[in-house]
């Protein structure tokens, strides 16, 4: 059975997360109901990260099995004929044929992410939903500076969220780099093999209190060695994050 690796991007505002659930509409249904259109069979989309409710991706990969032979092409092409019918913010930018032994979420080795902060007095217009709003001034050296005390192997308790599914709280976090982009917006990037649930935001979160000035470096390091959730700053909203990529 043919294995296809997909390319995805999509705005995760209107979707219930990647995870098919119950009862809303989430990224993982919206792409399977438009293979099954084109493809007439049921299938399962593997993804490479489980984005929360309102999370966005650049290029989310996932794995589809299919029962004959398509021309990638073909399946780009009517996937986002399909999506874009459906009014989902969805596109898949790329499709190729792997070999079955690749796996979308277990053959990845880093997961990328990126944090958008624009930090200026008037509210949003064009980046509503996509990015957080902070009115307040925020000490972004003072940010990096503190961040890096996450950066390595650590217990990542405090910064998991309390239905995290994991079976380990350690992460061995590769990257935490924030830094200016022009005047007004600032960008968290996250590299890590895995993360835990909402572990990105609760760091952003904490990371944002640094930069209020209500934290210093020590605050943060204490809320690390705490290994209680209840030490952790409050969550920064999903619709700053990005799914940037994954790498094979």
């Known amino acids: 059975m043919p294995r296809y690796k997909l390319t995805i991007e999509y705005d995760g505002t209107a979707f219930y997360g990647w995870q098919r659930q119950s009862d809303f509409i989430s990224i993982q249904q ?14 399962t989309v593997f993804g490479a990260g489980r984005t929360d409710t309102g999370v966005h991706a650049l290029a989310q990969v996932a794995h589809i099995d299919l029962e004959k032979n398509w021309e990638p092409g073909r399946i780009v092409e009517a996937s ?22 690749f796996d979308a979420r277990f053959s990845a080795k880093r997961r990328n992410y990126r944090y958008r902060i624009v930090n200026r ?14 009115r307040r001034p925020l000490d972004v050296d003072a940010m990096h500076a503190a961040a890096q005390c996450l950066v390595g192997h650590h217990d990542f308790t ?4 309390i239905n995290c599914q994991a079976k380990s709280p350690m992460k061995t976090l590769d990257l935490l780099d924030i830094r200016r982009v022009g005047r007004e917006e600032i960008e968290i990037l996250a590299s890590s093999r895995s993360f835990l649930h909402n572990q990105v935001r609760s760091m952003v979160g904490s990371l944002k209190l ?20 209840k030490a952790c700053g409050p969550v920064a909203p999903a619709c700053g994050l990005y799914l940037v990529n994954a790498e094979y």
Request: hydrophobic fraction near 40%; charged fraction near 35%; glycine fraction near 4%.
């Open 80 to 101: 986002n004929g399909i999506l874009k019918f459906r009014e989902h913010k969805i596109a898949v930018l790329d499709c190729e044929l792997v070999s079955d032994e």
């Open 158 to 161: 405090t910064f998991r969220s």
């Open 121 to 134: 007095q008037a509210p949003l217009a064009i980046d509503y939903c996509r990015a957080w709003w902070v």
């Open 30 to 43: 919206a792409l399977e109901e438009a293979i099954e259109e084109f493809s007439r069979q049921r299938v």
């Open 210 to 229: 640094v930069g209020d000035g209500k934290w210093h470096k020590s605050d943060l390091e204490n809320a690390r060695d705490a290994l209680d959730r």
